[in-house]
Every structure is written in C-alpha cells, then in structure tokens.
C-alpha cells in the first residue's frame, strides 16, 4: 500500500470529525425548537479490499471512516402512544370544557340558579296564602313567576349558544385539519424525491411529525409508514393522506340545536360522503352536539313542561278575587288559547299568562256557596305544597342539577388522571428524541479531541514522507 493512503485515513478521520462537530452544533441550536428530533452521525469504517490478486501489496488495513448518514432519533411505538394519548387528552379536555359550560348555565348553586328562583316562588305562595286579600303580596308573586320563566330562558338561551358555537369550532377545526393534511401530502412528495436523490430529509420528516402529533389531537389520527420515508395518515381506519395525495373531510348534518337529535352532525369524507370514526377534540365536540347538550337542553324543557302542568292544573282549581275560575297560569307565550297544552311549552317559550294580581286563584272556596268572592288561601297554599312532592318540579330539577354535577366531577377527573399519562409519555418521547445540553456538550469534547487526533496524525504522515523523500539521499541517484 502506498505511503501515502495514510493521508487519505487522516482526510477522512478530520472529515467525520468536522461533520460531527457541524451536527453537534446544530443539536444545540435547536435544543428549544419545538419538535426537533435530536440527529445523530453514523460513522463506519472503510474496510479494505477483500478481493485477491496476484502480486497484490494490500496490507488488509481499512481506508479509514465513513460519515455520510445521518440518524434522526425517534422511537416509532413512543410515537404511536404520544398519537394515542394526546387524541384522548384532547377529547377528555373537550367534554370537561362541555360539563363546564352547562354548569355555568344553570349558574347553581347561587342566587340567580334556577333552583332560587323555584323556591322563591313557592315562598310567593305561602305569602299569598297568608295574605290572599293583600294586592301587593300578588304582585310579588307574579313578578317572582316572571323571574323564574326568564331564568329558563336565559339557560335555554346559553345552551343553545353553546350548542352554536361549538359548531362553529368544529367547522374551524375541519378546515384546520383539511389544510394539515395537505401540508403532509406536500411533505410526502418533497421526502420523496429527496430520498431518491440522496438529500437528508430529517428536518422535513420533524415538520410532518410534528402536523400528525396536531392531527392526532384535533382528529385522532393514526399512521403507517409507506414507501420512500413517506407516511400515510388515516383516521378511524380511513386513509386521509396516502403518499403525495389528501382526501377532504366535511362537517354535516344539523346546523341549528333544535335538528340535533333528528340530524346528528357527522364528519364525513368528500367525495364519498363516508362517516368517520373521529377521536381527540373533534370527537369530544361531537358528543356535546349530538348528546350532552342536547340531553340537558331536553331536560330543561321537560322541566318547564312539569312546571305548566302541575301549576295550571292546581291553579285551575281555585278562585280569583273576581269569583272566577282560576285561569292557566304559564303558557307558551301564545296566550290565544283558553287551555294550555304543555307538550307545546319548552324552556325557550314559557310565559306568565296572568297579568292583573287579582287573577291569581288563591281561594279554594267556590264562591258560589258564600255568595260573592272568597278571601280564604286555601289553594295558594295547595300550590305551595306542590313542592313536598317527591316528583315535584323541584325535586326533578334537584336530581338534574346532582346529575350534572356529577358528571362534571367524573370528567374532570378523568382529565387529570390522562393528564398524568400524557405528560408521561411526552416525557419518554423527550428523553429519546430531545436533545440534552450534557450529553451534546461529551459529543462535542469527543469529536473535537478526534479532530485533533486526526490532524496529528497528518502532521506525522507529512513528517515520514519529508524524511522518505528529502533526507533519505535517494535524490539525484
């Protein structure tokens, strides 16, 4: 072998060691870069010839080291749970934020909660009961009923905005995930075509990872590794991004709370009109449209509903100060008609009928057996009884507002404990892939005392081939 291969061992042992140290450099440069995947040098030996010949003067020594590819560090099962994690965090997140939101409309406990209000208008009726001759006892009890009717309208009001404007976010993050999914396409192709012409791809495959991990939470979005370092995005089982190509997703269905439990909104796919089995936030925005609010929305209206029927019904069965039959009391704001059908009445339309303190029917007493009208209190105080029942108004409403409650702390919960097993599972990711200050820091000292090794080594080759070539006296013989 030539003297002179040892340089070439040299030129390649400082060529690694500078990559290594430009690879270390860029490590540290991005230490705070959110989603870069920590890079690592491949070096491998060049052996040397393995093939025999005839007067052949290899000594078998390799031809130094090679330092061409470089490693993005990524554990694909840590990738595939971080997917799965963050698309339940996200979901838990979303439902927790929905139970949230309900509360706040029915504002319980407090004194503007509609439980308050119930209970101050059974008060009304025991003053009434006790007071049937006093205007001013009447009035208050009116205007309390008219308290209570617009605090049902004020919830019913706030969980049909919340209704809307969840449909809103989800129509926001339909178009998110749309415009997501043709990023990744676009990456497929550029990681194609640099794959095939030799160019390190890294940086491009940490942004694509980085817009399935958004994927994921938005949609809960699955992967599968395809040809030339390409990625195939599917949700629910469907291929939303297959290689260089996306498919569009569309959100469907009813637009309006009132079409909810007709017209369930679905995400599909388009052409196709394919439902989807989505995850993460959309499938936690979904159930808020198609069941949480919609349930509680119902419930609110069959509430109004019982209050109509068993108020009218026992109002019907007393006498106002005119000695008239009491008349219905709530009504569904027509007030054309002379009955009232509560199936027509919900928590958005209930109105107080009676107008004039003196049409309140608080006598029991027909007063066609006294003669003129009756100033007893024997119905208001019936009405006030109403409240001891155990399938009262108020007893229906206190099992909602348990209801409720519970379920807003069950999901609460259920988000800190996935809270805990996301954060854990991020952290596993960063302890792979992250980048460590210490540990680039021994890479860099490692690299650098290489660097010098190999310049020493020059240094020496260079001196044996001055004292071969000018101190030998082989010159001019």
């Known amino acids: 072998m030539s003297t002179f291969s040892g340089l070439n061992t040299a030129r390649t042992a400082l060529w690694a060691s500078q990559r290594g140290l430009d690879l270390t450099g860029q490590n540290i440069a991005n230490v705070n870069t959110d989603g870069y995947s920590r890079q690592r040098l491949e070096l491998q030996s060049i052996g040397g010839t393995a093939v025999p010949a005839i007067h052949s003067v290899s000594d078998g020594l390799g031809g130094g080291v ?14 595939g749970r971080a997917h799965t994690e963050h698309a339940n965090s996200a979901r838990l997140t979303a439902q927790a934020d929905t139970y949230a939101r309900v509360e706040q409309a029915f504002r319980e406990p407090g004194p503007t909660g509609i439980q308050s209000m119930l209970a ?27 308290t209570l009717t617009s605090g049902l309208h004020a919830t019913r009001t706030s969980l049909d905005q919340q209704w809307t404007q969840t449909r809103d976010n989800l129509a926001v993050l339909v178009s998110d995930v749309n415009a997501a999914a043709g990023d990744i396409a676009k990456l497929n192709a550029s990681i194609r075509r640099a794959t095939a012409a030799g160019i390190p791809t890294n940086e491009l495959k940490d942004k694509r990872d980085a817009l399935v991990l958004s994927l994921a939470t938005q949609v809960g979005a699955t992967t599968v590794p395809g040809d030339d370092g390409q ?43 394919a439902r989807l089995r989505v995850g993460g936030t959309a499938e936690g925005q979904l159930a808020t449209l198609t069941d949480a609010v919609p349930a509680y929305r119902t419930e609110l209206d069959g509430i109004a509903r ?35 059908d509560p199936a027509t009445v919900n928590a958005g339309n209930i109105r107080v009928r009676v107008v004039r303190p003196q049409d309140i ?111 030998t006296g082989l010159v001019g013989r």
């Open 120 to 146: 101050d208008v059974s008060n009304g009726w025991q003053d009434v009961a006790n007071h049937p001759d006093d205007l001013a006892a009447r009035g208050q009890l009116l205007r309390r009923l008219q």
């Open 361 to 471: 029917a608080a006598a029991k007493v027909n007063p066609a057996t006294t003669g003129g009208p009756t100033l007893d209190g024997g119905n208001a105080d019936a009405i006030t009884e109403l409240s001891l029942d155990p399938a009262s108004t108020e007893a229906t409403y206190r099992a909602l507002i348990v209801k409720l409650g519970v379920q807003s702390a069950v999901a609460t919960r259920n988000l800190d404990i996935q809270a805990v097993i996301t954060g854990q599972v991020d952290a596993s990711r960063e302890s792979v892939s992250g980048v460590s200050i210490d540990e680039e820091m021994t890479t860099m000292l490692s690299f650098q005392h290489a660097y010098s090794a190999a310049a020493r080594l020059v240094t020496a080759v260079d001196e044996m081939l001055d004292t071969l070539i000018n101190r």
């Open 66 to 79: 090679s330092a061409e590819e470089v490693t993005r560090i990524r554990d694909a099962f840590l990738e």
């Open 306 to 340: 019982t209050l109509v029927s068993s108020l009218n019904a026992a109002h019907g069965a007393g006498w106002d100060l005119d000695g008239d039959r009491g008349m219905p009391l709530l009504d569904n704001g027509d007030g054309s008609t002379t009955t009232v």
């Open 231 to 273: 990625l195939n995005v599917l949700i629910g089982g469907t291929a939303v991004v297959s290689g260089d190509g996306a498919m569009t997703i569309a959100l469907t269905g009813a637009t309006g709370p009132d079409g909810a439990l007709t017209d369930s909104p679905t995400i599909v796919t388009v052409p196709g009109r």
